[in-house]
Every structure is written in C-alpha cells, then in structure tokens.
C-alpha cells in the first residue's frame, strides 16, 4: 500500500520559518514528480511547488517564489519543502503529492497524495 505522510506544520509567526517532510512508503517515486499543493479554508487545492523525477528541474507558485525551496531525497524516498519569510496568507493545510510522470502543476495529474499538514502563520 502506498503512503505519503507529511509532518513539520505548526504554528508560527509572520516572517518565520519551516520545514515540511513528506516520507513515502510502499514504491519508490525516483522516477517521478513529487510536489507541495495548499488548501486554504474555502478555497480550491493550490499548486506551491514541484520537483522533476530527475531533481534538476524545480516549479514554484509565483506566491511562494524566492521564500520556499523543494528538495527530495531519492535514498530517503522523501520530498521537503523549506518555508521562508511566512506570511499569514501561508496559512493552509498541505498536501504531498506523487506518481505525475512530469512536474505537472495540475493536481489532477498527481496519483498520490498524503493526509496534509496544518501550516499557520500568525500575524
């Protein structure tokens, strides 16, 4: 059975900072993309960030741009996201996803997908 479960979220104030992981269990994804969307309250699942099956290649909202930074390690079979200078529009629920073929920032093209992680950012 494939799992992805998140953890990292919390509680921070404006300006600070965290770090989301998203560790993968049941198949292994080095042959994927992996990436971070949000869900705000009342609002549509957003893209924030994804990363190419090969690493190289790195996509960004431009909301999130400049302050957030994905990374994955292929031996870990895990994917994180670095979150800079939080602002309190960053306050949503997180979500990894996996198994698109390309850093699609669609995320109907994302077969798999973690529980989420609460991220807020107080003011």
């Known amino acids: 059975q494939v799992q992805l479960l998140e953890s990292g979220g919390g509680l921070v104030q404006a300006g600070g900072s965290l770090r989301l992981s998203c560790a993968a269990s049941?198949?292994?994804?080095?042959?994927?993309?992996m990436g971070w969307f949000r869900q705000a309250p009342r609002k549509e699942r957003e893209f924030v960030a994804v990363?190419?099956?090969?690493?190289?290649?790195?996509n960004y909202a431009d909301s999130v741009r400049g302050r957030f930074t994905i990374a994955r390690e292929y031996a870990k079979n895990t994917v994180s996201l670095q979150m800079n200078s939080l602002k309190p529009e960053d306050t949503a629920v997180y979500y990894c996803?996996?198994?698109?073929?390309?850093?699609?920032?669609?995320?109907?093209?994302?077969?798999?997908w973690g529980q989420g992680t609460q991220v807020t950012v107080s003011s």
């Open positions: 996803a996996a198994g698109s073929g390309w850093a699609s920032l669609n995320r109907y093209d994302y077969a798999y």
């Open positions: 049941g198949r292994t994804f080095s042959r994927d993309a």
């Open positions: 990363i190419a099956w090969n690493g190289g290649d790195t």
